[in-house]
């Protein structure tokens, strides 16, 4: 699908800028959630004719980010979703982080019996040594819109034996991504990818499966051995040979809304998105007279910018003391027009 047949699958008010908080769904995504709300309310379905939006969506998820669907977890939340990674490391084990984490990659950590140490995200592959168990951050930085060195961050764990966690929040859905590089990568889907809030992936890579202990296993991780994808009723534990094993049980309307979501994403293409979000970007930094950076996150440190966009009806946000701007495929040069008119 091109893009510009795709845009009117979406109904924004003018000066949306405010993606990296929370996505716009399109028209079908919309569309199917206020039809299942209906069954809901009339008891008209079984939940499990709802459930299946979210093998969809695992399976979409999936070929956004060159993974294998059975490699695949589904939850609600990024910090639900890294919290046995960081549970299945020994006590005192070391782990590096950016500074300015989300806290979403970083609580989980700190909340273990774990030696956690920061360092710029420029540094933080300097940071990890021989003594690192694992290294967690954003590929894209919430508060800045920077992108990860992933390649200097990588190798650098890769050489000396570290796990490789990361976020992806902010990433998937407009960067091209490749979750094989990482031994897990999680991501909610309500921001770029267009989601209700409630629907979250992580990829767990078969080399370290084995590694991590499903500390929130529950029926919907299971499998009977008959081939029931789920473990309804007493023990023994039997969890899913495949990253299911990490599953969270699935808000049901948040995978119905997610599926063709990202469907949709699949259809235009990463690249084509990737392409438009940075170009209006980089024309808004560049009508305040600054460079471009090379990402669909800009901050800007504008004194009373806040304040003026809001007069102006622009929808932006403020993190770290500075303007956070995003900006999607929904999004348009009358948006970033309005946004420095009001700014200039």
Not at 253 to 263: M, N
Not at 275 to 289: E, K, P, Q, S
Request: glycine share 8%; with cysteine; net charge negative.
């Amino acid at each position: 699908m091109e893009l510009h047949e795709a845009v009117h699958l979406w109904e924004p008010t003018p000066g949306y800028l405010n993606t990296a908080s929370y996505g716009l769904p399109p028209r079908p995504a919309l569309e199917v959630v206020r039809r299942v709300l209906g069954e809901w309310q009339r008891g008209d379905e079984p939940w499990s004719s709802w459930d299946v939006s979210t093998g969809r969506a695992r399976e979409e998820f999936a070929r956004l980010v060159g993974a294998d669907a059975d490699d695949i977890a589904v939850g609600a939340a990024v910090s639900q979703q890294l919290a046995p990674a960081a549970a299945s490391l020994p006590p005192g084990a070391h782990v590096v982080v950016p500074e300015i984490e989300f806290t979403s990659n970083l609580f989980p950590w700190l909340v273990q019996d774990l030696s956690v140490r920061t360092a710029p995200l420029e540094k933080v592959a300097e940071a990890v040594d021989g003594r690192t168990a694992a290294v967690a951050f954003s590929v894209v930085q919430s508060a800045t819109g920077q992108v990860a060195p992933v390649d200097d961050i990588v190798a650098a764990a890769r050489a000396n034996g570290a796990l490789v966690v990361a976020d992806a929040t902010q990433a998937v859905g407009w960067l091209p991504v490749d979750a094989r590089r990482f031994d897990v990568l999680a991501c909610a889907a309500y921001k770029w990818l267009m989601a209700p809030r409630g629907a979250a992936f992580c990829y767990v890579s078969p080399a370290v499966r084995e590694r991590i202990r499903p500390v929130a296993a529950g029926w919907y991780a299971g499998e009977e051995p008959d081939g029931e994808p789920h473990a309804y009723y007493g023990p023994p534990l039997r969890l899913a040979s495949t990253a299911r094993r990490f599953d969270l049980s699935p808000a049901w309307l948040s995978y119905v809304g997610a599926a063709p979501a990202l469907e949709l994403l699949g259809a235009i293409g990463v690249e084509r998105i990737h392409a438009h979000n940075v170009a209006l970007a980089d024309r808004f930094l560049a009508g305040l007279g600054l460079p471009p950076a090379g990402s669909a996150i800009v901050s800007v440190d504008l004194p009373g910018a806040q304040e003026r966009l809001v007069t102006a009806g622009v929808r932006a946000a403020v993190r770290d003391g500075r303007l956070r701007a995003a900006f999607h495929l929904y999004t348009t040069d009358a948006d970033v027009d309005l946004a420095l008119n009001a700014l200039t």
